[in-house]
């Protein structure tokens, strides 16, 4: 057979191989074939033998042989091989990439029946910034770390508000002074309350508040009564530039929550001007005995509806100004005739009567959100089976105002002098009696170095436990951090302590100061003017 001679034009290797590889080389050993047999064999069907391999053959597919060997090494790694240093180079711009960059980098997974693939998750942004810290959980570590690290007198003290002691010439202590100094050492008190002799002018009461947090270990809640009418501690003495507010029975004539609303946060300005942030009011109870002195124009009406509005309204406009409110005289003094200063008070009412009247305005009260309830120290034994007054009653103070009424903040005592208690138990004993029965501050001991003593004993003696106290500290400390007597700081690492900063100021700077200005004395005397037409009958 004669020579043949195949020329491929261009310079692309990869054709000229192919070519060789599929027609040149098996063509040449098929044309020696042929000259071989064709003088022995038909060529026909050699011909066809040719045509039929040159079609079956597939481009590009890899041996049988070296596939099995691939699949038997993957299957064995269960893993694709690690790439080499040229599959990881990264092509230029301008140059298409190999195919095998991709098919040697792709794994397939194949799933049972049935079963849907995860999603793989979107990879986090590096250069996105942190989310803030929650100050509410800031708020919360804070004060699981100084509970923590306090010791038990520490707790014990924070329980106590007791009133500050009579000064050293005699009379109610106007200045910071060494007695002063010593109760704030001896006791570490959680708050201090004032009562209209240790007010005399804005100045003093503002050098008292400063010197009194100035001493203290932990920031103190200065309270006072500040009901308006008879019951106001700012306006007891006439060196006093406060506005004077009327009582809660004009407030209650006029009816109109919004109005309550604007003179509880009038209030609460001229409270916290003094440095003072935590009012024992307003008073929710029910005047349904007319012969009740005790409580009076105090109360703002006999409507359980109507009062629960008007404490409501008063508790918001109180707290969104700052100070802490206190509604009292739980379970309700509203239907009484003796006072509980001097002797005790029996109420002969049922559970049902005061779910239905009696518990309204408390109930409306805590929904408001009131830092505190202040218990009452009459008597029910209908409701709680036994004679020792509310004050000394587990089952009022944590079956009903806890449990049923879903009250989680402060449980404060009415002061713990009065007369009505101390017919039951010695007075250094009332303290820890309170405090075991679901009280968390202890108003006005006669003698607070004594009763943090007692109370330390009792943990002690196995009588209360560390736990118990935690548990009322964090209450205490709770209202603190919400009336910015404690601040969040920033972070909380292992080594930061205290977990907590004190803010730069206690009292606020004189020119920030709302004292008796005019648009406090015009909404009071706008109270005045509207109460007045509904108990003249529109004259």
Excluded: W
């Amino acid at each position: 057979m004669p020579n043949q001679e195949f020329r491929v034009s261009g310079n692309n290797s990869f054709t000229r191989n192919r070519l060789r590889n599929r027609i040149i080389l098996p063509g040449s050993y098929l044309f020696r074939s042929v000259y071989f047999f064709r003088h022995r064999y038909s060529i026909i069907p050699i011909l066809l033998l040719f045509l039929a391999g040159c079609a079956s053959v597939p481009e590009d597919v890899p041996d049988q042989r070296d596939r099995l060997e691939e699949d038997v090494q993957v299957s064995r790694d269960d893993a694709p091989a690690l790439p080499t240093e040229d599959s990881r180079r990264v092509p230029d711009q301008d140059e298409t990439p190999p195919p095998e960059l991709y098919a040697e980098s792709a794994v397939v997974a194949v799933l049972p029946p049935g079963v849907a693939p995860e999603r793989i998750p979107e990879p986090s942004d590096p250069l996105r910034p942190l989310d803030p810290p929650d100050p509410i959980d800031l708020i919360e570590q804070a004060i699981g770390r100084t509970v923590a690290a306090m010791t038990i007198p520490d707790l014990a003290g924070q329980l106590i508000m007791p009133a500050l002691p009579v000064a050293p010439e005699g009379g109610a202590t106007l200045r910071f002074n060494q007695r002063v100094r010593q109760l704030l050492e001896d006791v570490r008190p959680g708050g201090i309350i004032l009562f209209g002799g240790n007010i005399r002018d804005s100045a003093q009461v503002r050098s008292l508040v400063e010197e009194l947090q100035a001493h203290s270990p932990i920031p103190l809640l200065v309270a006072v009564d500040q009901e308006g009418g008879v019951v106001s501690r700012l306006t007891s003495s006439e060196a006093m530039d406060a506005t004077v507010v009327p009582s809660a029975r004009r407030v209650g004539l006029v009816g109109d929550e919004e109005l309550a609303y604007q003179v509880a946060r009038a209030t609460a300005r001229e409270l916290r001007s003094l440095g003072i942030t935590m009012n024992f009011a307003p008073v929710a109870d029910i005047l349904t005995n007319p012969g009740n002195a005790v409580i009076g124009t105090r109360a703002f009406g006999n409507d359980p509806l109507l009062v629960a509005r008007m404490v409501a309204a008063t508790v918001r406009g109180l707290q969104d100004e700052g100070v802490s409110a206190v509604i009292k005289h739980f379970p309700g003094h509203g239907d009484t005739r003796e006072d509980t200063h001097i002797q005790a008070v029996v109420v002969p009412h049922t559970m049902e009567r005061l779910r239905q009247v009696e518990f309204i305005p408390f109930r409306e009260g805590v929904l408001a959100g009131a830092d505190g309830v202040m218990t009452a120290h009459i008597t029910l034994p209908e409701v709680a089976g036994e004679s020792l007054p509310v004050t000394l009653s587990p089952a009022l103070l944590r079956d009903v105002l806890r449990h049923e009424l879903d009250f989680s903040g402060l449980i404060v005592t009415d002061s713990l002098v009065m007369a009505a208690l101390t017919r039951y138990f010695p007075e250094d004993q009332l303290p820890l009696r309170a405090f075991q029965a679901g009280a968390d501050l202890l108003l006005y001991p006669r003698r607070p170095e004594v009763a943090r003593q007692l109370l330390v004993a009792a943990v002690e003696a196995g009588e209360i436990s560390r736990d118990d106290l935690e548990e009322s500290v964090t209450r205490i400390l709770r209202v603190k951090f919400a009336r910015e007597l404690m601040l969040p700081v920033e972070s909380l690492a292992d080594e930061t302590f205290p977990a907590y900063r004190r803010p730069e100021r206690f009292v606020p700077e004189e020119e920030s100061m709302r004292l008796g200005v005019a648009e406090h004395r015009e909404l009071m005397q706008r109270v005045l003017q509207l109460s007045t037409q509904v108990l003249t009958g529109g004259q």
